[in-house]
């Protein structure tokens, strides 16, 4: 099991840049796909982003592709996501996810396809 806390998440103005964290409890964390998650107001919880176990392989939806770095070191049991460029359209609340898969796909787009996640962090961006 393991317990995901994001941070990071604030007000910038558009063209800027933040970069999330999600601090994880567990000594398994490496054997964890990570993925990212954002919701809006009134819309559904969207994935934005995902990364193997080992951080060598990423995935991402197109909208943040160029824009977007997902990352993790396992020795500190962190994850992150550097995101730039902003724009207004990528005000949400993120959210970081995990889950143990017995393949080794990262394309996991379904918030159904994770069992853990964090309580998530707010990101407003200003026209």
């Known amino acids: 099991q393991v317990q995901l806390v994001e941070s990071g998440g604030g007000l910038v103005q558009a063209g800027g840049s933040l970069r999330l964290s999600c601090a994880a409890s567990?000594?398994?964390?490496?054997?964890?796909?990570m993925g990212w998650f954002r919701q809006a107001p009134g819309k559904e919880r969207e994935f934005v982003a995902s990364?193997?176990?080992?951080?060598?392989?990423?995935y991402y939806t197109d909208s943040v592709k160029g824009r977007f770095t997902v990352s993790r070191d396992n020795a500190k049991n962190t994850g992150n996501l550097q995101m730039n460029s902003l724009k207004p359209e990528d005000t949400a609340v993120y959210y970081c996810?995990?889950?143990?898969?017995?393949?080794?796909?990262?394309?996991?787009?379904?918030?159904?396809?994770?069992?853990?996640w964090g309580q998530g962090t707010q990101v407003t961006v200003s026209s």
């Open positions: 990364i193997s176990p080992g951080g060598t392989s990423t």
């Open positions: 996810a995990a889950v143990i898969t017995t393949t080794s796909t990262i394309y996991l787009r379904s918030r159904r396809q994770y069992d853990y």
């Open positions: 567990g000594r398994t964390f490496s054997a964890y796909v």
